[in-house]
């Protein structure tokens, strides 16, 4: 039995790059023709110009944050979705809320290759712990599943000791949901002497994934790995048995780029997560999450040969008030883009006997920051102070803004 869900997952980075972006020009066409919303964004898209990461980022952003507001004029979708709500398989909401369409067919939200990765094959049972209500993370789980052969206990969250006894009965291979919550299964099984021992595999997902609560359920048995998705896209990336990193989904053009903008940022500098999806249903284009994650180098020990992401590095807006008014990191990248001589910067906030100060770190060669404290000012409407910091000393974790002062 292959290693790997299909031959996709080991193409040549080239080959890769020429079939996606060549699906990428007729997911344009679709997103134009049938999303409301891309039929206005991109109307004056050259859509043949678009083979290349440099002409991807020439397109506009779509923000997670704005869903609500797009959502609330044009409801249910706000003109993102491709399909009529009737025409779909399932509408689900989640916090905010916001609706995520999903299309038919098999395995809709591509979640198959994480769990073959993580060592799921057919003819196992899964005990999905994913909420079932209303979000789409259990059925993403569950068509994902089904899609490599394997049966699937809908536990949902909750009911802790009926989910052991489950368990002990059924016997389930492996376990879906929240690294925490498999940690309560598991010592609830040892709490009650029931025989959880089958579960010896999970994919989870959801939460932050700790070094020292991998090992703490790999010390009762249970290999884990972990994927990352959102209920707007479906999978983005997922870990293999070889770690190191989370493997972009073949499904899916990941970007990293400056917090605010939709500038692409180098190999390695940490920043905002944007994806591009191949879903015809819901066409997401530069889709930016409001994750922040970093590019690894090389390829994975497993083989796989897809760029490879850091993880889930924290939240990329990073908005906040000063003397009661709202900065936001794209007025940050403002003021660098009228300053060519700054490579980075980084707006600290901070408090100075009880008022709030702004600081701009700038990475540069030049000694004259008044013609930069001048466009601070502008920019923002309001005074701040210029620093000069050494070319490549600002921390790299994807902070444009930093707000260091202390809630009292």
Same mark, same amino acid.
């Given at each position: 039995?292959?290693?790997?869900?299909?031959?996709?997952?080991?193409?040549?980075?080239?080959?890769?790059?020429?079939?996606?972006?060549?699906?990428?020009? #007729?997911?344009?066409?679709?997103?134009?023709?049938?999303? =409301?919303?891309?039929?206005?964004?991109?109307? #004056?898209?050259?859509?043949?110009?678009?083979?290349?990461?440099?002409?991807?980022?020439?397109?506009?952003?779509?923000?997670?944050?704005?869903l609500?507001?797009?959502?609330?004029?044009?409801? =249910?979708?706000?003109?993102l979705?491709?399909?009529?709500?009737?025409?779909?398989?399932?509408?689900?909401?989640?916090?905010? !809320?916001?609706?995520?369409?999903? @299309?038919?067919?098999?395995?809709?939200?591509?979640?198959?290759r994480?769990?073959?990765?993580?060592?799921?094959?057919a003819?196992e049972?899964?005990?999905?712990?994913f909420?079932?209500?209303?979000t789409?993370?259990?059925?993403?789980?569950?068509?994902?599943?089904?899609?490599?052969?394997?049966? +699937?206990?809908?536990?949902?969250?909750?009911?802790?000791?009926?989910?052991?006894?489950? $368990?002990?009965?059924?016997? !389930?291979?492996?376990?879906?949901?929240?690294? #925490?919550?498999?940690?309560?299964l598991?010592?609830k099984?040892?709490?009650?002497?029931?025989?959880?021992? /089958?579960?010896?595999?999970?994919?989870?997902?959801?939460?932050a994934l !700790? =070094?020292?609560?991998?090992?703490?359920?790999?010390?009762?048995?249970?290999?884990?790995?972990?994927?990352y998705?959102?209920?707007?896209?479906?999978?983005i990336?997922?870990?293999?048995?070889g770690?190191? @990193?989370?493997?972009?989904?073949? *499904?899916?053009?990941?970007?990293?780029?400056?917090?605010?903008?939709?500038?692409?940022?180098?190999? *390695?500098?940490v @920043?905002?997560?944007?994806?591009?999806t191949?879903?015809?249903?819901?066409?997401? $284009?530069?889709?930016?999450?409001?994750?922040?994650?970093?590019?690894?180098?090389?390829? /994975?020990?497993?083989?796989?040969?897809?760029?490879?992401?850091?993880?889930?590095?924290g939240?990329?807006?990073?908005?906040?008030?000063?003397?009661?008014?709202?900065?936001?990191? #794209?007025?940050?990248?403002?003021?660098?883009?009228?300053?060519?001589? +700054?490579a980075?910067?980084?707006?600290?906030?901070?408090?100075?006997?009880?008022?709030?100060?702004?600081?701009?770190?700038?990475?540069?060669?030049?000694?004259?920051?008044?013609a930069?404290?001048?466009?601070?000012?502008?920019?923002?409407?309001?005074? *701040?102070?210029?620093?000069?910091?050494? !070319?490549g000393?600002l921390?790299?974790?994807?902070?444009?803004?930093?707000?260091?002062?202390?809630i009292t």
């Open positions: 039995m292959s290693d790997y869900y299909d031959d996709l997952e080991t193409r040549d980075a080239g080959a890769r790059e020429a079939a996606q972006f060549a699906d990428l020009r #007729s997911q344009i066409v679709n997103a134009r023709e049938n999303a =409301p919303y891309f039929a206005n964004s991109l109307a #004056s898209v050259d859509v043949e110009a678009i083979t290349d990461r440099t002409a991807l980022a020439s397109l506009p952003v779509v923000r997670k944050s704005d609500l507001d797009f959502q609330a004029g044009d409801p =249910p979708f706000g003109g979705a491709a399909e009529a709500p009737g025409n779909l398989a399932r509408i689900f909401q989640s916090p905010g !809320p916001i609706y995520d369409a999903e @299309g038919h067919g098999r395995d809709p939200w591509r979640t198959a994480a769990f073959y990765a993580a060592g799921f094959r003819g049972v899964v005990h999905n712990t909420a079932y209500h209303l789409p993370a259990g059925v993403m789980v569950e068509t994902g599943a089904h899609a490599i052969g394997c049966a +699937v206990i809908p536990a949902g969250t909750g009911n802790t000791e009926l989910q052991v006894r489950a $368990i002990a009965d059924i016997r !389930p291979a492996g376990y879906a949901g929240t690294p #925490s919550f498999l940690k309560a598991l010592e099984g040892a709490e009650q002497g029931a025989d959880l021992s /089958s579960l010896t595999k999970a994919a989870v997902a959801g939460e !700790p =070094p020292s609560l991998r090992a703490e359920i790999a010390g009762m048995g249970v290999a884990v790995v972990q994927w998705g959102t209920a707007d896209l479906g999978l990336a997922y870990e293999s048995a770690g190191e @990193g989370l493997i972009v989904d073949e *499904g899916v053009i990941v970007e990293i780029v400056r917090p605010g903008t939709g500038d692409p940022v180098a190999e *390695g500098e @920043g905002e997560v944007v994806v591009t191949s879903n015809r249903t819901y066409p997401l $284009i530069r889709f930016a999450t409001g994750d922040l994650s970093a590019v690894m180098t090389g390829t /994975s020990p497993c083989g796989r040969t897809n760029v490879r992401l850091k993880g889930w590095m939240r990329a807006d990073q908005t906040t008030k000063v003397k009661g008014m709202f900065v936001h990191p #794209s007025q940050v990248a403002d003021v660098v883009k009228r300053h060519p001589e +700054v980075r910067a980084r707006l600290v906030v901070d408090q100075e006997d009880g008022k709030d100060v702004m600081t701009l770190m700038c990475e540069t060669a030049e000694s004259d920051t008044q930069i404290a001048d466009t601070l000012q502008a920019v923002t409407k309001m005074r *701040g102070r210029v620093e000069v910091a050494t !070319p000393s921390p790299n974790d994807g902070k444009v803004i930093d707000d260091v002062r202390s």
